[in-house]
């Protein structure tokens, strides 16, 4: 004999509702992608290239004696320190055997070179094309004294012995 519990003796359980037929989960997740893409437009980001951020230590400073008192970093990186004016960058830097160097640099103004005029005058000209005929004449006298330093000279065949006739 069944058991009791299989009838339903005018009991409605909540949970026992006639539902609709649902389609397998991966069906269903294949749907509800596609309706997500039909309502979402795509829209894609443009790449941007990734700039790495270049990061130096250091302040703006007045003089070389706020360099000296500032902390030095106890990593051994190097910390800036350009002057307000722009004159002179310090840099400053914790060393191996515990003390710290400063270094200066100074900047230097570039020098435009003062214009000579130049006249090119036959004796000029004249000057320079001895000056070059003499060096060239210096160097083909070099090589001819190394060639015979370069190539030896053939010793004479000598012939033993009496004439061949």
Avoid: C, W
Avoid at 13 to 19: E, F, G, V
Avoid at 109 to 137: G, K, N, W, Y
């Amino acid at each position: 004999m069944p058991y009791p519990y299989s009838q339903n003796y005018g009991y409605q359980n909540p949970y026992q509702q006639q539902m609709p037929y649902q389609p397998p989960m991966q069906d269903r997740l294949a749907q509800l992608q596609n309706q997500y893409q039909q309502a979402v437009p795509q829209y894609q980001m443009p790449q941007q290239p990734q700039q790495q951020m270049l990061h130096l230590n250091g302040q703006v400073v007045d003089s070389l004696d706020v360099v000296k008192a500032k902390d030095v970093d106890l990593s051994g990186a190097v910390t800036y320190y350009p002057k307000a004016d722009l004159s002179e960058i310090y840099t400053k830097q914790l060393m191996a055997d515990g003390t710290s160097r400063i270094v200066t640099y100074k900047a230097v103004p570039q020098e435009t070179p003062a214009q000579v005029p130049q006249t090119v005058t036959a004796d000029t000209i004249e000057t320079m094309f001895s000056q070059l005929r003499t060096d060239v004449v210096n160097e083909i006298n070099a090589i001819k004294d190394m060639i015979p330093a370069i190539v030896p000279e053939s010793p004479a065949t000598k012939s033993r012995g009496g004439s061949k006739a």
